[in-house]
């Protein structure tokens, strides 16, 4: 069984400029998370879809990033406009079903880099 | 909010030495308790997990214990290897992942 896949795996863009991040779900997951790593920092949740629907996008930082998970499938990450301080590691998560001990599948990451 | 603090590295070990990785965690709640692992070139993976205080979570050798008390979850491993070397998150999961900075951790033939 394919775990999550994400592409592209690195994508080096100029300030101001549009990234479209794709994520494929392990199949019959319902619940798919996007999360940031920057700077080597710490992993930050930015949201979560049950289905098609946004469950929880408290983590957004602002209205330049816009997540869709169309059809309940696959979701994307646009960042429009990018900024520098956008650079990091994306990754994309799924889980069967939610809840505390639920365990999270995590794809490889893509690395955005802005200059 | 819920947060996690863990070591800060990197961490630099020889073959077969004890390695340690000390985790601390805030929340209101009765979280949950991971470790990630992420090797080179690869995704997250979950190394272990325990859902209550006093559970301990192990697997590939490390362990962990939640310890309510003291607010912990630290990673021990009695003898690392060359392929233990990875980045180490500790995480709590309060029906969303809250992650530490991560641990760097290199071990040398």
Not at chain 1, 3 to 32: A, M, W, Y
Not at chain 2, 92 to 97: C, E, M, S, V
Request: charged letters at 20%; one cysteine or more; hydrophobic letters at 30%.
């Amino acid at each position: 069984e394919a775990g999550v896949t994400q592409f592209p795996s690195h994508s080096v863009i100029e300030k101001g400029q549009t990234v479209t991040l794709r994520c494929d779900p392990i199949s019959g997951h319902d619940n798919l998370y996007w999360y940031r790593r920057v700077m080597g920092k710490e992993i930050k949740f930015l949201l979560h879809f049950v289905k098609e629907s946004k469950q929880d996008e408290s983590g957004m930082p602002n209205n330049r990033f816009l997540a869709e998970r169309t059809g309940g499938t696959y979701s994307t990450l646009k960042v429009q406009p990018a900024e520098l301080e956008d650079s990091g590691v994306y990754f994309c998560a799924s889980s069967s079903t939610t809840g505390r001990d639920t365990e999270a599948f995590f794809g490889q990451g893509t690395r955005l880099t802005v200059v | 909010g819920d947060s996690v603090t863990q070591m800060e590295g990197p961490v630099t070990l020889s073959e077969e030495a004890f390695l340690t990785i000390n985790c601390t965690y805030t929340a209101t709640g009765y979280p949950s308790l991971f470790w990630y692992v992420q090797y080179p070139g690869e995704g997250l993976q979950l190394l272990l997990k325990a859902t209550k205080a006093d559970d301990k979570g192990s697997n590939k050798g490390f362990e962990a214990t939640y310890r309510k008390e003291t607010t912990s979850f630290h990673l021990e491993k009695g003898s690392v290897q060359v392929s233990d070397s990875a980045v180490y998150f500790c995480a709590l999961d309060d029906y969303k992942l809250s992650f530490g900075a991560g641990t760097t951790v290199t071990v040398r033939a």
